[in-house]
Every structure is written in C-alpha cells, then in structure tokens.
C-alpha cells in the first residue's frame, strides 16, 4: 500500500530494498507518514522464504466484454452468494478490508457506495435493478459478522448493497 509522506527529505536517501519504520498519522480526510528512519536492507531480487499472501486459484485475465467468473462469496448474512446470481443487473464493485485505517481507501469507497445508494434509492426514475458489492480481500478477519457490523455504519440497503467474504 503507498503511503504519502508529507516532508519528501525524509526519503532523501532510501532506495527500493530498505526497510524503513515510521509513523502513521490518520485524520477524518487523509493518512500520511512522518519519522521515517532506515532499519535495513533487503535483497529485493530474492524471492521471499514464504508466500505472505494466502493464494486463489490463478485466473487468466480477463479481455473486455469476457464474463466474469462465478466465484462463491458468503454475504454479511451469512448467506452463499455468487457473481453469477447478479447476472443480467447493473453492478458496482470494489475491494475492502474492514481494518483499513486510512480514509482515502476503503473507508472513502464505502462511503462513495453509500452515496450512491442513497441517490439511486431515492431518484423517482432510477432503474430498480442494480446492486453494489463490497468484497473483503481480508477473509480471516472480515467474517459475515465483521462485514455485517461494518456494513451497519454505513446504513446500507440489503436489497441493494452486499458486502461479500471468501466462501
């Protein structure tokens, strides 16, 4: 993830390959870092020891207008759901995780859908057959329950926006 650093002196220096702490600052609006301190050095051509990422199955890319997979989701209700199901309806999505502390990611695309809900629910000509999905790339934690209570802050409509985990 691509952090903002305020003061661009304190990069004076690191190159690809050093590790660096610092501190994350968060407001309502924006997230940045400041006292950044080079900690090390690590080979960037060697690969990593282990995998850091629990692996899906590989897909080739998709050329437009190919369908999308029908992958299985389960919902924040704890319901089996799939892409396929929403065939045939216009469908917004994007990719969360409920832990992410920065306002300018997650956080500011749920509230984009949750404008859009709001418009889209309340515009007398709207078309009715539309839905808006929220999948987490975060399933150990974002659980139905977690997606269900994160979903909650956003006062969301369950007949038109879902919130999706791993199946």
């Known amino acids: 993830m691509p ?10 220096g690191l190159k690809p390959g050093d590790e660096v702490s ?3 600052l968060v407001t309502d609006q924006a997230g940045w870092i400041d006292q950044i301190t080079k900690t090390g050095v690590t080979n960037v051509d060697k690969p990593p020891a282990r995998e850091t990422f629990r ?3 590989f897909v080739d890319p998709l050329n437009i207008g190919d369908a999308i997979p ?4 389960t919902n924040e209700l704890g319901q089996a759901i799939h892409l396929g199901q929403f065939k045939g309806q216009a469908l917004g999505l994007t990719f969360i995780y409920t832990r ?15 404008d859009a809900c709001g418009k889209l629910s309340t515009m007398p000509d709207a078309p009715k057959n539309w839905r808006l999905l929220s999948i987490s790339f975060d399933p150990e934690h974002d659980t139905p329950q977690m ?9 969301y409509d369950t007949n038109h926006w879902s919130f999706a985990t791993g199946a």
């Open 22 to 24: 610092f501190r994350l």
């Open 55 to 57: 692996r899906v199955r």
């Open 70 to 73: 029908d992958y299985p989701f």
């Open 100 to 114: 992410c502390p920065l306002p300018m990611f997650c956080l500011r695309m749920s509230s984009n859908f949750a």
């Open 3 to 12: 952090f903002e650093a305020r003061n661009t002196n304190e990069l004076a």
């Open 147 to 155: 997606l269900k209570g994160y979903a909650k802050r956003y006062e």
